[in-house]
T-cell receptor, first 112, second 113 residues
Framework: DQQVKQNSPSLSVQEGRISILNCDYT??????FLWYKKYPAEGPTFLIS?????DKNEDGRFTVFLNKSAKHLSLHIVPSQPGDSAVYFC???????????FGTGTRLKVLA | DTGVSQDPRHKITKRGQNVTFRCDPI?????LYWYRQTLGQGPEFLTY????????KSRLLSDRFSAERPKGSFSTLEIQRTEQGDSAMYLC???????????FGPGTRLTVT
């Protein structure tokens, strides 16, 4: 049972345009969400997080939106840069636990 | 750089052998996690420690897997009687007190032949 789903395995975007990566979850107990970026041969790197008391969190070029009623979150990267090309994972945890469930990832390719 | 380190980076072993991996977290991070990642999948939670206490363990973890974190510093993950299905990248991560963000190490790639 995949509790965190990233239904798009890959995405290509032109440099300078917006990249939108999506994530859906099924467990209504999830209340904290993180996005990670992963380059080949490296461990994931933390990007941005959001708790369920917010619907938006912004950090530079990265913005995460949370729609609790739809159990959906998205990561917006604008403007996209070639260095953003990587695999992006969303992860979720429920209140009272530090156990994180990861999605299967979306490979983003930013074309110069 | 005092990031999370893992040793070894690569391990090839024959089926049935035991293997042990080590993780050194960022200094003063009180939580330490182990994950397994296979091709095309996200990191899969195995277990986590808060200081030296192992607080949660995945039901997916069979009795052949054991993890320790003596004195709340480095951690070891041992796999006994390895099987070909154990071939994966084993990732370690740590978190500072009061924060959810996890800082990952580079991983140990295990190949069971």
């Amino acid at each position: 049972d995949q509790q965190v789903k990233q239904n798009s395995p890959s995405l290509s975007v032109q440099e300078g345009r917006i990249s939108i990566l999506n994530c859906d979850y099924t467990n209504s107990m999830f209340d904290y969400f993180l996005w990670y970026k992963k380059y080949p041969a490296e461990g994931p790197t933390f990007l941005i997080s959001i708790s369920s008391i917010k619907d938006k969190n912004e950090d530079g070029r990265f913005t995460v939106f949370l729609n609790k009623s739809a159990k959906h979150l998205s990561l917006h990267i604008v403007p996209s840069q070639p260095g953003d090309s990587a695999v992006y994972f969303c992860a979720a945890s429920a209140r009272g636990t530090y156990k994180y469930i990861f999605g299967t990832g979306t490979r983003l390719k930013v074309l110069a | 750089d005092t990031g999370v380190s893992q040793d070894p980076r690569h391990k090839i072993t024959k089926r049935g052998q035991n293997v042990t991996f080590r993780c050194d977290p960022i200094s003063e991070h009180n939580r330490l996690y182990w994950y397994r990642q296979t091709l095309g999948q996200g990191p899969e939670f195995l277990t986590y420690f808060q200081n030296e206490a192992q607080l949660e363990k995945s039901r997916l973890l069979s009795d052949r897997f054991s993890a320790e974190r003596p004195k709340g510093s480095f951690s070891t993950l041992e796999i006994q009687r390895t099987e070909q299905g154990d071939s994966a990248m084993y990732l370690c991560a740590s978190s500072p007190r009061g924060f959810d963000e996890q800082y990952f190490g580079p991983g140990t790639r295990l190949t069971v032949t």
